[in-house]
């Protein structure tokens, strides 16, 4: 490859809370960025040579032209109709975009023409939760995985073709298994359906936050500016990584009431007024098993390879997350 060469990085999904986050963490690079999604994706301030398209991944031929010529993808799309991962149980259509489109990521790869340089990098998202109901405490990523969900089952099936293509030289491939993802949006077209997010609304609109028992159960959570910049590593540190799962996390969690708690607090701290309650409901029926357990992860193996660490605490990302809501309608303040 030229010593001129100015590397193309493609992130399908662009246009999410994620790919969002992604993306302007790499603009900030002397690289080309191509930033594949159904919407156009906003381009964000930087070094980078921005390239947008807008395109069905789920098309033929659609994932081989997003990655066209690319020295690294970043692998994003995700099922998201529904509103949250557990469409992929009842929706079929998950499996076409979660699963189906990094198949045909890796076929595309597969028909690079040769001497074009290394192998490609992918990094893609897994999900701490694809080792099924934990049978310890903390995650270390020694696990063997048991996969509860259909939404875990396709997350590891993912994996699995990416390993086989690591090892038969067609590309090299990165897993960052994800805990709890939270934060302010990166880009306006980008949406959060996560849990915090989900709370802070309520507690702005007033409205009390309802817990599915105790409370007691203990999730992980990482703000999305802390993934963004463990992506923009395993990029940097491909060849140590490529054919792993790592792990990403906190080490130590939250549970559930004190998150919530924590939401009502930072809220009224913007606002003004009391703290909203936060109460307990019974368990509904259609709770998983994995909704009562606790999921934290340590991300040591990680950290040892890249240096990375997160960085946004809680307080910090849930008072962006206020702000921004704050900031998109105005009459909530006060």
């Not at 149980?89 to 045909?104: I, S, Y």
């Not at 307990?280 to 890249?306: K, N, Y």
Request: aromatic share 2%; proline share 9%.
């Amino acid at each position: 490859m030229p010593a001129s060469h100015i590397p193309l990085v493609a992130v399908l999904g662009a246009s999410g809370f994620v790919g969002s986050a992604v993306a302007a963490r790499l603009a900030s690079r002397p690289i080309r960025l191509r930033l594949v999604a159904r919407r156009p994706s906003t381009v964000p301030a930087g070094q980078a040579h921005v390239e947008v398209r807008t395109a069905d991944l789920t098309e033929p031929g659609a994932v081989q032209d997003a990655v066209a010529g690319a020295d690294a993808v970043v692998h994003l799309p995700l099922h998201t109709a529904g509103g949250t991962y557990r469409a992929a149980e009842t929706d079929p259509a998950g499996e076409r975009v979660n699963l189906g489109t990094a198949r045909d990521l890796v076929a595309a790869l597969r028909r690079r023409p040769p001497g074009q340089g290394p192998p490609p990098v992918v990094v893609f998202p897994g999900s701490t939760s694809q080792v099924g109901p934990p049978r310890t405490p903390l995650l270390d990523g020694t696990e063997a995985d048991r996969p509860a969900t259909e939404y875990d089952r396709q997350k590891c099936a993912v994996e699995e073709d990416l390993r086989a293509a690591t090892a038969a030289g067609v590309l090299r491939g990165v897993t960052l298994r994800l805990p709890t993802v939270f934060g302010a949006p990166a880009a306006p077209e980008a949406v959060d359906r996560g849990v915090v997010t989900a709370m802070v609304r309520r507690a702005l609109a007033g409205q009390p936050l309802t817990l599915w028992g105790d409370g007691r159960v203990r999730r992980d959570l990482l703000h999305v500016t802390d993934v963004a910049a463990a992506i923009a590593l395993s990029l940097d540190r491909a060849d140590a990584l490529a054919g792993g799962r790592w792990l990403l996390g906190s080490g130590t969690g939250v549970s559930l009431r004190t998150l919530f708690e924590l939401v009502a607090e930072v809220v009224a701290e913007h606002t003004g007024r009391p703290p909203v309650p936060v109460t307990s409901v019974p368990v509904p029926a259609q709770a998983t098993e994995m909704d009562g357990r606790d999921l934290v992860a340590d991300p040591a193996a990680f950290r040892a390879a890249t240096g990375w660490t997160a960085a946004v605490p809680p307080r910090a990302g849930i008072a962006g997350i206020v702000s921004a809501q704050l900031a998109a309608t105005p009459g909530e303040s006060g």
